[in-house]
Nanobody, 123 residues
């Protein structure tokens, strides 16, 4: 699975950005796609994730502001970020967790990361 993230940029506080994570390859094996972020000097943290079945999880600091969605036809997961704050400034990356059963009947799990996209929110 290959992931291509896009949509970052510079925005003023209160503004909006839409990130996209386009998957290619063995997309049928993707079970969960998540958006993560890493601010300078901080650890990478989960922002939101969505399962292939449509289950969604948000971390508390983005609830009510960010919306994650998936376009199955385009194998894309989008993150709409509204009411952005300076503390949302970070490199945002997407990750896909996959699951498949091999020809030998073994369960195989893997995680794939896309490249990061910079989001900068000015005050």
């Amino acid at each position: 699975v290959q992931l291509q993230a896009s949509g970052g940029g510079l925005v003023q506080a209160g503004g909006s950005l839409r990130l996209s994570c386009a998957a290619s390859g063995s997309t049928s094996t993707v079970r969960t796609t998540g958006w993560y972020r890493q601010a300078p000097g901080k650890q990478r943290e989960l922002v939101a994730e969505i399962s292939s079945g449509g289950n969604i999880k948000y971390v508390d600091f983005v609830k009510g502001r960010f919306t994650i969605s998936r376009d199955n036809a385009k194998s894309t997961v989008n993150l709409l970020m509204n009411s952005l704050k300076p503390e949302d400034t970070a490199v945002y990356s997407c990750k896909a967790d996959t699951f498949r059963v091999t020809d030998g009947g073994e369960y195989e799990v893997a995680a794939y990361w896309g490249q990061g996209t910079q989001v900068t929110v000015s005050s």
